[in-house]
């Protein structure tokens, strides 16, 4: 009989929370206080309840106590005697759909809120949120003593048992569980639903008329969202002749993955409350199978048994990301498809995360070292917002325009704090470090890198001088009086407050100057820029040139082509791109999980005669511009074809290079009236090469172009596939690298030219699939992407292969603003300016600048993606004596020895470092506890 292998049954009572999916947090919010209401209740009457897992994430506690202060007491007991489990996540993430800094800050705030509660996270690795697993988890989880992982997206059971071992790049392994065929609600399905409901597993038929249930909806129409029927008075049965047969189908279809004779079944559903009977049916189902032990349990119990049982000898070993899709089985479809929904609201996530972890926190930590206080509640909650961002389903834009709103709301904040802590630790560095008084007609520019690396970049700056100032006569030199090159872009009188905390607002008449500058910046630190009268160099060698319909900076020059396509030509190699920048527009039909092509659609190119024209000439900066009209279908019809009806829709492209800069700067902008289609942006490379390389999370992952045979499968290939910082096709002699801002979908199309296609836009209605038998098309409008939109990316050719080209620091350098103050005479003594930190090898990316958790440490992040040994250097010029390194959970280890001019260390191939830097009131640094 099947199943005559299994010895443990471990039953996980849960829920799987959303937060705000179907519904938007409030409204969902006031289902989770009945959940926990509820659980606790159990936990506290039944004995046997043994313990109810809150589906890995800690927010969830917070926003239960937040409307049930009084139970805090209650929970904490239950959480320190390991009846509720909660984390290790703060929120349930959609890895592919946010960096890979946040999935630190993610597991640190899930610690975090667990021990503020008493307690301590669950140490089990349960991702079942993740669309596609990066290859770094197994890493990021031990780097959290956390030596289990349990998924099942993205892997298929042709691949391995339930129990295998899972190593990332770097060699660290985690065992890990594959979540059987009925992925993550076996139990509850199965066992549970026939036992309480006395239906077969998959009847899910309510017939109002019987009901005696109190099936209550709101029927005024004024219900925000769909108006469904709610069970007032579920019927507490039990149906006890059912549990057996029930409990022996359960493992007819799944007891075959288990290697171990351990089974895991989860008794969870989205949204799901405690059953009172769940002791009762566990009782029940060990009386009908005596051979077999079967207990509630939870997932840190179970792993520490699998890992017991599991034979690492013969185990299976997968390495790196996990993103196959399923050959058979039932509801563990990798779906990848929701990296191409709501790009914009992808966009605004970068920025913000961009904002927190490369801009604000290197900028407090350079005021940190010249003495200010660490804006802790700031940061705190900036990180809060954004990581109640990072709920799956929210942050993938797969749920209605309510939850997106509050999303984009949150990301706002998020990036409004940020702002307002670089905006005063930039103002904090330019007290301590600027005392000179300012001669007449003059100004004092402070531009400020974040990056750990010296960069040169053409600053777009607003400088407002004295009123007596003219145009003609003015100049800029940097810190050692060297003359830098500059350009007028506007000149003309204005007028400006200024804030004093002991007066009303005064009013200063100033001359408004837009100036473009090319500014050598030191790494991590301020560069003073003075304005004053003088004869600016003009007349440069390498000035950017602009004819016609050609730019040219010397290292590459674009020329448009009639049909709006430009010729890229990088000199270094010499090597020409053709055809760059054609746009392709397809019929879209599916949900957002798995996207579908329209049966009989026709793809529309664009071509015919563009308007070309240069709309920004100068010697440091110039862009070519190209306008391309389109003529889309407004829709599709019956999900089959897109309407005869079309509108014309005009693409413009802005193509800008810079002086002494190896990225062409790309901005597209269109008005999207049309539904149902994929809008996305072609470049041919002509690189022949059979794989593409492409930015991941602390990593560079290597993945094939030829597209695998999945005929007969259960889930269908998609050829797109997500990225991070860049996606690279290089051969022997170079490549051509593209660098996103925000946007995550790519493709390669397996052709002749190796052709790359980024995505745009998917615009599609709302299909809610919140059960495989039932969508619910909603009118929300927001996935559509209508109206006025803007993209940015950058494209990078170069010579030899991504990581001798450095793409991993281009990709920054591109992404990250260089912020500038402009900053008067101030009271003090001038300190001499200096960069924080600076990371030698080029090779290794820094991901974080921080604090520490200790509160005493500055902590920088560090990662390898590479197959060799990286020495690397933190050349540290503030007054910091002491280093060691740490976990990503900063539980420290060795010290550091600081020779010359900083501390250096050795990152072993696809390694992720932490170091904590001791500031000059810290010490050896502890774990917290």
Same mark, same amino acid.
């Given at each position: 009989m099947a199943g005559d292998h299994i010895r443990e049954i471990h039953v996980v009572c849960n829920t799987h929370w959303d937060r705000e999916f179907r519904d938007s947090f409030e409204k969902t919010r006031a289902k989770l206080v009945e959940c926990l209401d509820t659980a606790l209740d159990l936990l506290r009457d039944d004995p046997a309840y043994a313990s109810f897992m809150l589906d890995g994430q800690a927010i969830v506690a917070e926003d239960y106590l937040e409307m049930r202060p009084e139970r805090r007491a209650e929970f904490s007991e239950r959480l320190r005697t390991r009846r509720l489990f909660l984390g290790p996540w703060y929120t349930l993430p959609d890895a592919m759909n946010v960096g890979a800094e946040a999935l630190v800050r993610n597991l640190q705030r899930g610690r975090r809120v667990a021990?503020?509660?008493?307690?301590?996270? !669950?140490?089990? =690795?349960?991702?079942?949120?993740?669309?596609?697993?990066?290859?770094?988890?197994?890493?990021? +989880?031990?780097?959290f003593g956390i030596d289990s992982a349990l998924i099942y997206r993205g892997i298929s059971p042709h691949e391995c048992p339930s129990e295998w071992i899972w190593r990332a790049p770097s060699g660290d392994e985690v065992v890990a569980h594959r979540f059987a065929r009925l992925a993550r609600y076996n139990w509850y399905y199965v066992v549970h639903r026939p036992a309480t409901r006395g239906k077969d597993w998959l009847d899910k038929d309510y017939r109002l008329e019987e009901s005696t249930e109190l099936p209550?909806?709101?029927?005024?129409?004024?219900?925000? =969202?769909? /108006?469904?029927? &709610?069970?007032?008075?579920?019927?507490?049965?039990?149906?006890? =002749?059912?549990?057996?047969?029930?409990v022996q189908h359960l493992l007819d279809l799944e007891a075959a993955d288990s290697s171990t004779g351990l089974f895991l079944a989860m008794h969870g559903h989205d949204i799901s409350v405690p059953h009172p009977l769940d002791p009762e049916v566990v009782r029940l189902a060990q009386e009908a199978l005596p051979g077999k032990r079967i207990v509630i349990s939870n997932l840190e119990d179970f792993m520490a048994r699998v890992s017991d049982a599991l034979d690492r000898s013969t185990a299976i070993v997968l390495t790196g990301e996990r993103r196959m899709n399923l050959k058979e089985g039932y509801w563990t479809y990798l779906l990848p498809g929701t990296i191409s929904i709501r790009t914009p609201l992808k966009v605004m996530n970068f920025e913000a995360e961009t904002a927190l972890t490369l801009v604000a926190e290197p900028l407090a930590a350079l005021a940190a070292v010249h003495g200010a206080a660490w804006p802790e509640r700031e940061l705190d909650r900036a990180w809060g917002f954004l990581l109640g961002n990072h709920t799956h389903d929210a942050i993938a834009g797969c749920a209605p325009d309510a939850v997106s709103a509050d999303v984009q709301f949150r990301a706002r904040q998020a990036m409004d704090l940020a702002d307002t802590v670089a905006e005063r630790a930039m103002a904090f560095v330019a007290g301590r470090t600027t005392g000179s008084p300012l001669t007449a007609g003059t100004a004092r520019l402070i531009a400020f890198n974040t990056l750990p690396f010296d960069r040169r970049e053409v600053l777009d700056v607003e400088v407002a001088l004295p009123p007596g100032v003219e145009a003609e006569a003015l100049c800029v030199t940097g810190d050692e009086g060297r003359l830098l090159a500059c350009e007028e872009i506007s000149f003309q009188d204005d007028s400006l407050f200024v804030d004093s905390p002991w007066d009303v607002p005064a009013i200063a008449q100033v001359k408004m100057a837009m100036l473009r500058i090319d500014v050598p910046l030191r790494a991590c630190g301020p560069t003073t820029l003075h304005i004053g009268p003088g004869e600016p160099p003009l007349d440069l060698d390498d000035a950017v040139a602009a004819d016609g319909r050609v730019i040219d900076n010397g290292l590459l020059s674009i020329e448009a082509q009639r049909d709006g396509t430009v010729t890229l030509l990088h000199r270094a190699s010499g090597r020409r791109f053709n055809g760059l920048g054609r746009f392709l527009d397809e019929g879209a039909a599916g949900t957002f999980w798995w996207p579908k092509?329209?049966?009989?659609?026709?793809?529309?190119? /664009?071509?015919? *005669?563009?308007?070309? *024209?240069?709309?920004?000439?100068?010697?440091?900066?110039?862009?070519?511009? &190209?306008?391309?009209? !389109?003529? +889309?279908? #407004?829709?599709?019809v019956n999900g089959e074809r897109r309407s005869p009806q079309a509108v014309p829709v005009r693409l413009e492209t802005h193509w800008t290079l810079r002086r002494g800069d190896p990225l062409v700067h790309v901005e597209i902008l269109f008005t999207n009236p049309c539904r149902d289609h994929r809008l996305r942006v072609l470049f041919p490379t002509g690189v022949r090469t059979g794989h593409v390389a492409v930015g991941a999370h602390f990593d560079v992952v290597h993945r094939p172009i030829a597209h695998p045979d999945c005929t007969g499968w259960v889930e269908p290939h998609q050829p797109t596939a997500p990225m991070q910082g860049f996606v690279d096709l290089s051969d022997a002699g170079g490549g051509l690298a593209l660098i996103p801002h925000g946007l995550l979908e790519y493709e390669v199309f397996d052709d002749a030219d190796r052709t790359l296609a980024l995505t745009l836009i998917r615009a599609i209605p709302i299909r809610l699939a919140v059960s495989e038998e039932k969508q619910e098309v909603l009118p929300d409008t927001g996935p559509l992407c209508l109206g006025p939109l803007g993209f940015r990316f950058a494209l990078f050719p170069h010579e030899g292969d991504p990581l001798a080209a450095a793409c991993w620091q281009?990709?920054?350098?591109?992404?990250?603003? #260089?912020?500038?103050?402009?900053?008067?005479?101030?009271?003090?003594?001038? %300190?001499?300016?200096?960069? +924080?930190?600076?990371?030698?090898?080029?090779?290794?990316? !820094?991901?974080?600048? &921080?604090? %520490? *958790?200790? %509160?005493?440490?500055?902590?920088?992040?560090?990662?390898?993606?590479?197959? /060799?040994?990286?020495?690397?250097? +933190?050349?540290?010029?503030?007054?910091?004596?002491?280093?060691?390194?740490?976990?990503?959970?900063?539980?420290?280890?060795?010290?550091?020895?600081?020779?010359?001019? =900083?501390?250096?260390?050795?990152? /072993?191939?696809? *390694?992720i470092a932490t170091v904590l830097l001791a500031l000059p009131d810290g010490g050896r640094p502890s774990l917290r506890t």
């Open positions: 021990r503020s509660l008493g307690g301590e996270p !669950m140490k089990a =690795g349960y991702i079942p949120a993740n669309w596609g697993q990066p290859g770094q988890i197994p890493q990021i +989880l031990r780097g209550v909806r709101v029927a005024d129409g004024q219900a925000r =969202g769909a /108006s469904n029927f &709610t069970l007032l008075c579920p019927a507490k049965e039990l149906h006890a =002749g059912r549990v057996a047969a029930a092509p329209l049966p009989h659609d026709q793809p529309i190119l /664009s071509g015919g *005669e563009a308007r070309v *024209e240069i709309t920004d000439q100068g010697a440091l900066s110039a862009t070519l511009s &190209t306008q391309v009209t !389109m003529n +889309l279908p #407004v829709q599709a281009q990709a920054q350098r591109f992404n990250t603003p #260089v912020r500038v103050l402009q900053a008067g005479a101030g009271p003090g003594k001038p %300190s001499p300016l200096a960069s +924080l930190i600076r990371v030698d090898n080029p090779r290794v990316t !820094m991901t974080a600048l &921080t604090r %520490s *958790e200790d %509160s005493r440490h500055l902590a920088v992040r560090l990662f390898n993606p590479g197959d /060799s040994d990286q020495p690397v250097t +933190l050349a540290i010029d503030a007054a910091i004596t002491a280093a060691w390194r740490a976990r990503l959970d900063e539980t420290p280890g060795e010290a550091i020895r600081r020779t010359g001019e =900083g501390f250096g260390l050795t990152l /072993s191939p696809h *390694e």
